[in-house]
């Protein structure tokens, strides 16, 4: 073809060896010596923009997750933005469970994003299962034909996904995650489009790490304030509770030095024995303080409990007071067998028998039970007659400085510092703690356990 047949298609463009030179070239790719044909030209001007724009994306993500740590918000963003650049139907960041090893769909967007959000699939698991065990990406022209894929998740969503683009995330040599593009057509994804997810994850797989670090020192920080704030209360509660009695004996000791001679036997056994009551009470104050820091820092197994035998237990240590307020326990015919550490569920029976007994009428009727509930879990609890609890007292029940001060025939000791150290043993036995009361109608006091199989 000649000059001047193509002339109309031929774009000027100065050669880098001389600004006179000119030639016409092919028409697909032409370009030789100084000249550039339109379609070539037009080409070039595409892959430019596209490659430019592929740099504002990566520049975009890389601000995002400098800027910010919340990392749901940067991750749906620049995951749009992948999807929207490489025009698929979905795209998903889905992040390795430390502790158990699988998958969870942490972020996605796209066709039915909120039905793959929160997925999660076993350790080895599909695609994304095996680029993240073998650490290598990987390009499925057609997921249809590959034994890999998921295909559960194509049927939730009602989509048939065919090719997939799927990137580890890979952080100081682990590799934390996946980052995974789809669509429905196939053969969709080239080694070209491998060249932007790459440096996209680096990125991201930075960003999610350094948000977990940030995270764990929130959760840590949060843990001390809390754990300092409990100090704080457990002291002024201890002192407080070891304020009385401590009185006690100061005050009749003194009272049998300076007097003594002058007493009857009577009034003498009298301050003797409020002596040794008020010594008993401090002994059982230091007992609770060893329960507690052994609760902290004791690492127990979960064993099948025989409940019936440790409510009897509790109630032979409380049958004095039993015997005192003349209170009447009802038992259920049956226990549901549940895990838990043997000693500690004693002491929960035994503080929330007390508190029963304590507050729970005159004379007191307690009547205990438990609920088996379809999370996996049992719910054991002490039902009593008494004045019952406001909206308010229920609230701080279970805080260390909490006292209850309802009027009644009974001096109420308070429940702060028992009920705070139940609260901290069913929690680390992984259950929860709960009150039910209405003013006038009783209270009913319960904890959670793990049912056993």
Request: with cysteine; aromatic share 6%.
């Amino acid at each position: 073809m000649t000059e001047s047949k193509r002339k109309e298609d031929v774009i000027p463009f100065p050669s880098p060896r001389s600004g006179l030179e000119s030639q016409v070239v092919d028409t697909d790719y032409g370009v030789s010596g100084g000249r550039y044909t339109e379609k070539a030209l037009l080409q070039a001007l595409e892959a430019l923009r596209r490659r430019n724009y592929e740099l504002a994306l990566l520049q975009r993500a890389s601000q995002a997750f400098n800027s910010t740590l919340e990392l749901d918000q940067v991750l749906a963003a620049v995951l749009e933005e992948v999807r929207l650049l490489l025009n698929a139907v979905a795209c998903s960041v889905w992040l390795v469970d430390s502790e158990t090893g699988q998958l969870i769909c942490w972020q996605a967007t796209g066709v039915e994003n909120e039905v793959v959000r929160g997925w999660q699939l076993a350790p080895g698991e599909g695609i994304v299962g095996w680029v993240a065990q073998s650490g290598r990406v990987l390009i499925v022209p057609d997921a249809r034909e590959d034994d890999r894929h998921f295909k559960e998740i194509d049927e939730q969503t009602g989509l048939e996904m065919c090719a997939i683009l799927s990137v580890p995330l890979e952080t100081k040599g682990q590799v934390i995650g996946v980052l995974q593009v789809l669509d429905t057509e196939v053969n969709r994804f080239s080694p070209i489009d491998l060249t932007l997810l790459e440096p996209l994850a680096a990125a991201a797989a930075t960003a999610i790490d350094n948000a977990r670090l940030v995270e764990a020192l929130r959760q840590r920080t949060h843990d001390l304030e809390r754990r300092n704030d409990e100090l704080d209360a457990f002291a002024q509660t201890v002192a407080h509770d070891l304020k009385i009695p401590l009185g006690y004996i100061v005050g009749f000791a003194e009272a049998l030095r300076e007097c003594g001679d002058g007493m009857e036997f009577e009034d003498i056994c009298h301050h003797l024995q409020t002596i040794a009551w008020s010594g008993r009470k401090m002994e059982e104050i230091v007992d609770e303080l060893l329960l507690l820091a052994g609760v902290r820092s004791a690492e127990v197994e979960l064993q099948p409990l025989d409940m019936a035998g440790i409510v009897a237990q509790a109630q032979e240590r409380l049958s004095g007071l039993i015997a005192k307020h003349q209170a009447k326990i009802v038992h259920p015919a049956h226990w549901p067998q549940a895990l838990g550490y043997g000693p500690w569920v004693e002491e929960v029976w035994a503080n929330y028998l007390a508190n029963a007994i304590q507050y729970g009428g005159c004379p007191p009727r307690v009547e205990l039970g438990a609920t088996e509930r379809t999370d996996g879990s049992i719910c054991f609890w002490v039902h009593d007659d008494g004045a019952g609890l406001t909206a308010e007292e229920q609230r701080h029940l279970f805080t260390p400085l909490w006292r209850n001060s309802q009027p009644g025939p009974v001096i109420a000791e308070g429940y702060g510092l028992s009920l705070s150290i139940v609260r901290r043993i069913v929690e680390r036995l992984g259950g929860e703690v709960g009150v039910e009361s209405r003013v006038g109608e009783g209270s009913r006091f319960t904890f959670t356990l793990p049912a056993a199989d």
